[in-house]
């Protein structure tokens, strides 16, 4: 989605008949692009619904966070938290003063994680729902070791962001970084130009990703929830029908793993309450047979869908 796209999607009429669904962006940079993208894609999450997207005061990200509990009206629906590293410690944006000579940055981990205690704090204290991203822009060059190692200070940072973030999730939803990692490339991320000049710290495809993810996760899609599957050369390597029970395999003897690299994560989707069937032409007490035969315990082993085993049915 582009810019003028979000602008457009976010500024149509609507006609639902509903009150705005109120969004607070609470961001430490001039929000510029990724509000309208906010906007945008909350706007489609809710099927059309009006978005009213608000933020906070520029450089006081926890601030304003803290100052929602003073909010009277009108109420709001849902608190997006774009976190970056100079909400944590203003010296390591590019718009701070302050210097990054070794002897100055003496107190940086614990000024970061006292700005991370204070944010999770007024997480907690939130009563609508609330999704907080990471840090997703890179440290500034403030270390004085190659770029190839990680110095021990860079480590003890991230180590306190993992720990906000758990601590985080007790309460409130939290983007998951890997998969912003995949969607935006880190040398696509940071704008130094922009942040200096406007205080928008963000390329345009990486605000859109951001704000894509953001509002994915306060306003999930419906889950899928079951799964059908057939058998010969998926859950097992073989045609059951030709081979005969013992002749389809799912084991590194065989090198046939894979099939129960495939079993392994049908039990884990069953476990989080996924319908897993399975659609075969075999015959029921084969199939039954297969899953009961001494070998690497599959995972679907334990209860076999003996109906679904029939001729196509599942």
Known sequence: ????????????????????????????????DLKAFVAAHARVRLGGRFVAVETGLYGDLVGSIEHLQDRESPPLDLVLVALEWSDLDPRLGYRSSGSWEPEKLQDLLP?????????????????????????????????????????SLQLRLFAAVAHLGAEASQHIQIVNPRSIDLASPLPQRLDVRSELETGFPYQRPH?????????????????????ITDLDGTVWDGVLGEDGVHGVTWDLEHHTSIHALYQKTLASLAASGVLVAIASKNDPALGAAAFERPQSAPAVASRPARRGMGDGAA
Not at 3 to 31: I, Q
Not at 112 to 130: D, F, I, Y
Not at 131 to 141: F, K
Not at 208 to 221: D, M, N, Y
Request: negative net charge.
């Open 1 to 32: 989605m582009t810019v003028l796209e979000a602008l457009e999607v976010a500024g149509r009429s609507d006609n639902s008949g509903m009150p705005a669904f109120r969004v607070f962006l609470a961001c430490g940079f001039t929000p510029l």
């Open 111 to 151: 000024s970061v994680e006292s700005s991370g205690e204070r944010l999770l704090r007024a997480l907690k204290l939130l009563e609508v729902p609330a999704v907080l991203s990471l840090p997703t822009l890179p440290l500034p060059p403030a270390f004085w070791d190659p770029p190839e190692a990680a110095a």
């Open 207 to 227: 605000a859109e990703a951001l704000a894509r993810f953001l509002c994915s996760v306060a306003l999930p899609e419906p889950r899928k929830r079951g799964l």
